[in-house]
């Protein structure tokens, strides 16, 4: 195991004038924007290319395929590109792919067009998503990097519940292609001044630079992938991930002949804010915490919610399932970052969790296509719903598994 000895920071983490928090509430204004537009914007795009230009959903989603693992490829780069260029030339640079990539959106016209927009999309979602939020973030935080990554993470979770629907109303008065326009405008507008006022040079938390001059990100992946405690942490969190965004692609075709249209929105409406509501609750303690242990604590709930959803057909019992499912939505994707933190050097968190994050993506952006291939082949959703359960245990297990400790990567 890479393991990284704890430090006392010269900084006060806990001090609300820390400069720190400052970076926490520019990442959640780029975490909005990024998911809104890179994330749950996906299926706003494929509703409005289906009606305006009458694509076959095969089609376009053919492109949103494309954009995540596309995307992926280039996630694996994101902690090399902030170690060497710095967070404010990233953080900008990220945000003028997203917009770029929100005005490409919004002007196809043709498929060809679409394919080239989501690459786009793919150099903007790299660039906002949970890769650069957690490695700008562990540049000024140690001892409070879990909520800090918790709080940031919030504004993910902010662009599904207030972006899209804003998104969608703008929809319908000036049309796809003006929103998309404006959208992309409120994005530079708001984001690059409040970069380049706020975003300065980190502190040193670690010696981090003299570190990162001896360590090569090649050799980085190299030893982490032979590493039991890398592994362990990088596949638990894919099988869980694949099963997290399966189920959830799927959550209204499911619900909607069980319980209706209205109430699989308000299922859907309940998980998504439990998932925020799960995220700030954990962040008070998740820094306190066996992290191993509370994931797979939450890989099982996750699992015991899912037998619920198959065996109950009540509309109260379903929702709640829903709530319970929700609560750990959120800080599956903040936990491995803190695993990765505790566990490896600190020299090597920037390549390790872009490498997490990228096999993570690529695991998931299959989860939706085999939930809906094995409910077409089964002829309902019981098959793909125990396969997602099984591979939540399964990852429960496998999580607790830490390996030996090893040498320090060099």
């Known amino acids: ?52 230009r009458g694509w076959p959903a095969s089609l376009i989603s053919s492109g949103t395929t494309f954009f995540y693992l596309f995307s992926a490829l280039l996630v694996v780069f994101v902690g090399e590109a902030v170690r060497k260029y710095g967070p404010r030339p990233s953080l900008i640079a990220g945000t003028l792919a997203m917009a770029a990539a929100g005005v490409a959106i919004g002007a196809v016209r043709e498929p060809w067009q679409l394919w080239l927009a989501d690459a786009v999309l793919a150099f903007g979602w790299a660039g906002t998503s949970l890769a650069m939020i957690t490695n700008t973030i562990s540049l ?16 993910a979770s902010f662009g599904g519940i207030v972006g899209v629907p804003l998104l969608v109303v703008m929809i319908s008065h000036i049309g796809f292609a003006n929103a998309m ?9 708001l984001l690059v001044p409040l970069i380049l006022l706020i975003v300065g040079r980190p502190p ?17 992946r190299k030893h982490a992938l032979r590493d039991v405690g890398f592994l362990t942490v990088t596949i638990a969190f894919s099988l869980v991930l694949f099963a997290q965004v399966g189920f959830i692609v799927h959550l209204i075709s499911f619900l909607d002949p069980v319980i209706g249209r ?131 245990v399964v990852a429960a297990a496998l999580i607790l598994v830490r390996g030996k400790p090893r040498a320090k990567v060099s």
């Not at 998911?35 to 494929?46: K, R």
């Not at 000024?140 to 504004?155: D, P, V, Y």
């Not at 326009?181 to 507008?189: D, E, I, K, Y």
């Not at 242990?293 to 996750?302: I, M, Y």
């Open 140 to 155: 000024w935080f140690e001892h409070k990097r879990g909520m800090a990554i918790s709080l940031a993470l919030n504004g």
């Open 204 to 220: 040193d938390l670690h010696g981090w630079r003299a570190a990162a001059e001896t360590k090569s990100s090649t050799e980085i």
């Open 262 to 392: 209205e109430r699989a929105a308000v299922a859907v409406a309940v998980l998504t804010a439990m998932a925020v509501v799960g995220r700030v609750l954990f962040s008070m303690v998740i820094d306190r915490l066996n992290q191993r242990l509370a994931s797979a604590l939450s890989f099982l709930s996750q699992a015991a919610a899912l037998g619920v959803v198959i065996a109950m057909h009540n509309d109260y019992v379903l929702i709640a399932a829903c709530a319970v499912f929700g609560f750990s939505v959120g800080n599956l994707i903040t936990l491995p970052s803190l695993i990765v933190q505790q566990e490896f050097d600190s020299a090597a968190f920037g390549v390790l969790i872009s490498l997490n994050t990228a096999i993570n993506q690529v695991t998931y952006a299959f989860g939706p296509g085999v939930v809906g291939f094995l409910r077409d082949w089964s002829g309902g959703y019981a098959l793909p719903f125990y396969l997602c359960i099984a591979l939540e």
């Open 181 to 189: 326009f404006a959208t992309s405008g409120a994005m530079l507008v």
């Open 1 to 52: 195991m890479l393991d990284n000895p704890q430090h006392t920071a010269p900084y006060d983490e806990t001090s609300f004038r820390y400069e720190g928090w400052r970076i926490v509430a520019v990442c959640f204004l780029l975490a909005t924007f990024g998911w809104g537009l890179g994330f749950y914007g996906q299926s706003v795009y494929v509703a409005e290319l289906q009606r305006a």
